[in-house]
């Protein structure tokens, strides 16, 4: 019996996989493999952890659902919490696997792992297969090379539009084989630090982690509640859980896939409607390409203080100035009101992440890799190719045609929460 390690990371599903295709094609049986890394209960630079409890939670929720999945076509899963490098090492030993197969990702740091895993897994006798599955466009059918991707969104939409095609998905699995002994091991209650707070009533939605919960959030959306055909209209809401589809805590785990969005965006059009809403959900998953390729692109730019412009200097970090906008006050009702939603719940609106961003680097001139550090520990959809292509895009440093943009809380509030609604809603209590 020949075995193959399936290395997952931020492809938490079963449905569009290309990963466990090749690596049922090769071997008689798998075994998944997820690592907690350690890296995420370190300490940042501001007094927080990298992951925080409510972030923590949804993915602790997702790798179980994709475990349960597994478990329910007869595969056991293997859990471990550490160093992804070590443990993917110690797996292949124990297993006596022949080949490794897994998803590219597009950040140094991560693209650091890959590096260190294929090396040992290698000098070991292994196989390494990696492919490319986090994206709507595979960057082979892109009309130009990465290193000559174009630094203003709408040249890339334009050309890909014109030129590029998404791929069909690759299907869910039938009969699978697994290896009897795998074992699960969860981050520890001291890893995990403060519990996760109770689910708050103002929420947006109880979002809850894993494929099962990312598909069923889709098909009511679409679907059951037939709220496609107004995206466009509502996207820029503020309160409750139909004014944008609130996809993306599921993309960012890879518990949704892109591909699988927009092929579903497709047989909306063919079998209700299709309008300028149907496609701005799409020209949205065009922006999360187009950060994901950025990041590819600019490597560790994207995470210095000049951003990917490397045109000087961030703002001095101000701790002061800092947790007032975490908490929430600022006493500038319209930030103060989004960020305490997202202290609460994990979650914002993406008009309030724009307002607070801005608020952060231009009216409180603090350094915007704090901000984008809050962010990575707090936001459930946290992923750090459009956490920090957005900051480099808010603060000046990254792929904005124009300079110097910056958000009036006051009008915006006045555009979008005319009546106070959102601002009394979480306002100070």
């Given at each position: 019996?020949?075995?193959?390690?399936?290395?997952?990371?931020n492809?938490?599903?079963?449905?569009?996989?290309?990963?466990?295709?090749?690596?049922?094609?090769?071997?008689?049986?798998?075994?998944?493999?997820?690592?907690?890394?350690?890296?995420?209960?370190?300490?940042?630079?501001?007094?927080?952890?990298r992951?925080?409890a409510?972030r923590?939670?949804?993915l602790?929720?997702?790798?179980?659902?994709?475990?349960?999945?597994?478990?329910?076509k007869?595969?056991?899963?293997?859990?471990?919490?550490?160093?992804?490098?070590?443990a993917?090492?110690?797996?292949?030993?124990?297993?006596?696997a022949?080949?490794?197969?897994?998803?590219?990702?597009?950040?140094t740091?991560?693209?650091?792992d890959e590096?260190?895993?294929v090396?040992n897994?290698?000098?070991?006798?292994?196989?390494?297969?990696?492919?490319?599955?986090?994206?709507?466009?595979?960057?082979?059918?892109l009309?130009?090379?990465?290193?000559?991707?174009?630094?203003?969104?709408?040249?890339?939409?334009?050309r890909?539009?014109r030129e590029?095609?998404v791929?069909?998905?690759?299907?869910?699995?039938?009969?699978?084989?697994?290896?009897?002994g795998?074992q699960?091991?969860?981050?520890?209650e001291?890893q995990?630090g403060?519990?996760p707070?109770?689910?708050?009533?103002?929420?947006?939605?109880?979002?809850?982690?894993?494929?099962?919960a990312?598909?069923?959030?889709?098909?009511r959306?679409?679907w059951?509640?037939d709220r496609?055909?107004?995206?466009?209209?509502?996207?820029?809401?503020?309160?409750?859980?139909?004014y944008?589809?609130?996809?993306?805590?599921w993309?960012?785990?890879?518990?949704?896939?892109?591909?699988?969005?927009y092929h579903?965006?497709?047989?909306?059009?063919?079998?209700?409607?299709?309008?300028?809403?149907?496609?701005?959900?799409i020209?949205?998953?065009?922006?999360?390409?187009?950060?994901?390729?950025?990041?590819?692109?600019?490597?560790?730019?994207l995470?210095?203080?000049?951003?990917?412009?490397?045109?000087?200097?961030?703002h001095p970090?101000?701790?002061?100035?800092?947790?007032l906008?975490?908490?929430?006050?600022?006493?500038?009702?319209?930030?103060?009101?989004?960020?305490?939603?997202?202290?609460?719940?994990g979650?914002?609106?993406n008009?309030?992440?724009?307002?607070?961003?801005?608020?952060?680097v231009?009216?409180?001139k603090?350094?915007?890799?704090?901000?984008?550090?809050?962010?990575?520990?707090t936001?459930?959809d946290?992923d750090?190719?459009s956490n920090y292509?957005?900051?480099?895009?808010?603060?000046?440093?990254?792929?904005?045609?124009?300079?110097?943009?910056?958000?009036?809380?006051?009008?915006?509030?006045?555009?979008y929460d005319?009546?106070?609604?959102?601002?009394r809603?979480?306002?100070?209590?």
């Open positions: 019996m020949t075995t193959a390690i399936l290395w997952l990371r492809d938490l599903r079963l449905h569009d996989h290309e990963a466990l295709h090749r690596a049922l094609q090769q071997a008689d049986t798998i075994v998944p493999f997820y690592c907690f890394d350690k890296r995420l209960f370190e300490d940042t630079p501001y007094g927080f952890k992951c925080g409510q923590l939670q949804f602790m929720q997702s790798v179980q659902s994709l475990q349960q999945a597994f478990a329910a007869g595969v056991g899963m293997e859990i471990t919490v550490g160093n992804p490098v070590q993917l090492q110690d797996l292949a030993e124990r297993t006596g022949k080949w490794m197969f897994y998803h590219r990702e597009a950040t740091e991560e693209l650091a590096a260190a895993v090396k897994l290698q000098s070991a006798g292994l196989e390494c297969h990696g492919f490319w599955g986090s994206t709507l466009f595979h960057p082979e059918d009309p130009f090379p990465l290193a000559r991707l174009p630094e203003v969104f709408t040249d890339f939409r334009k890909t539009e590029a095609q791929r069909e998905l690759w299907p869910v699995p039938g009969k699978m084989q697994g290896i009897a795998c699960q091991v969860w981050p520890s001291k995990r403060e519990a707070s109770p689910s708050d009533p103002r929420a947006v939605l109880a979002f809850e982690g894993g494929e099962a990312g598909l069923a959030r889709l098909q959306y679409f059951e509640e496609l055909q107004e995206y466009k209209e509502t996207r820029n809401g503020l309160i409750g859980q139909g944008s589809s609130k996809f993306s805590p993309l960012a785990v890879g518990a949704l896939s892109p591909r699988f969005i579903e965006i497709q047989r909306y059009e063919r079998q209700r409607i299709s309008n300028q809403s149907t496609y701005w959900l020209f949205e998953l065009l922006w999360r390409d187009y950060f994901r390729f950025v990041a590819h692109k600019h490597g560790a730019a995470f210095q203080a000049g951003g990917i412009k490397q045109n000087g200097q961030a970090y101000k701790a002061k100035a800092l947790e906008w975490k908490e929430g006050r600022t006493k500038q009702a319209f930030i103060d009101a989004n960020m305490r939603e997202l202290r609460a719940t979650f914002m609106s008009r309030g992440r724009q307002n607070v961003a801005s608020y952060l231009h009216h409180l603090c350094d915007w890799r704090a901000g984008a550090a809050w962010f990575e520990h936001l459930l946290y750090p190719c292509g957005n900051w480099n895009y808010l603060a000046g440093v990254g792929n904005d045609p124009r300079e110097n943009r910056v958000f009036n809380p006051e009008k915006q509030a006045a555009n005319p009546q106070g609604e959102y601002q809603l979480w306002g100070a209590s």
